[in-house]
């Protein structure tokens, strides 16, 4: 068990990397070009990326899947990547930014509640909860990865490091 004063050290690390990860996902969705942003020549277009980071940044922040309250404008279907979206509304930036701002407020709230030394709180993930934020936040980057080198392939514009937040 962690000891009252490294949780809190952890914690506060914890909370500087999310929000780190999310001002650079805020940076690529932002700087997106209107027609990069719904370009059909890519199976995962650029809207729905930015949507299943965010949307898992959300879900496993919380304590367990029971206690996740899917955000208001949630679609079911957009939630996955590789699936068929043909047909389906693609999100704003707008509302993606708006949604990044309530992920990062739920981060603010949800990550210090929960002791880290216990289960992940997903049956999928097999392991500590501390383990389950460092693959929420790998999560992220590698999505926004993708996102920076599209970005920089198409439009020759790239993001900038967080390195704290």
């Not at 962690?2 to 500087?16: D, H, W």
């Not at 879900?59 to 590789?82: D, T």
Request: net charge negative; proline share 3%.
């Amino acid at each position: 068990m962690l000891v009252c004063m490294e949780q809190a050290k952890a914690v506060a690390s914890i909370l500087s990397q999310y929000r780190a990860s999310l001002a650079m996902l805020r940076q690529a969705i932002e700087l997106c070009p209107e027609d990069l942003w719904r370009d059909t020549q890519y199976r995962n277009r650029y809207w729905h990326i930015a949507y299943h980071t965010l949307f898992y940044a959300h879900l496993y922040v919380n304590a367990s899947e029971a206690e996740f309250e899917p955000w208001s404008k949630h679609r079911a279907e957009c939630r996955m990547l590789g699936g068929e979206i043909e047909g389906i509304e693609a999100y704003s930036k707008s509302e993606l930014l708006e949604y990044l701002l309530i992920c990062l407020a739920e981060i603010e709230d949800n990550v210090p509640k929960v002791a880290l030394d216990g289960p992940s709180g997903f049956g999928w993930l097999p392991f500590s909860r501390l383990e389950a934020h460092i693959y929420n936040i790998g999560h992220i980057h590698q999505h926004t990865g993708q996102l920076g080198e599209r970005l920089r392939t198409v439009c020759d514009v790239g993001i900038k490091w967080v390195g704290r937040g």
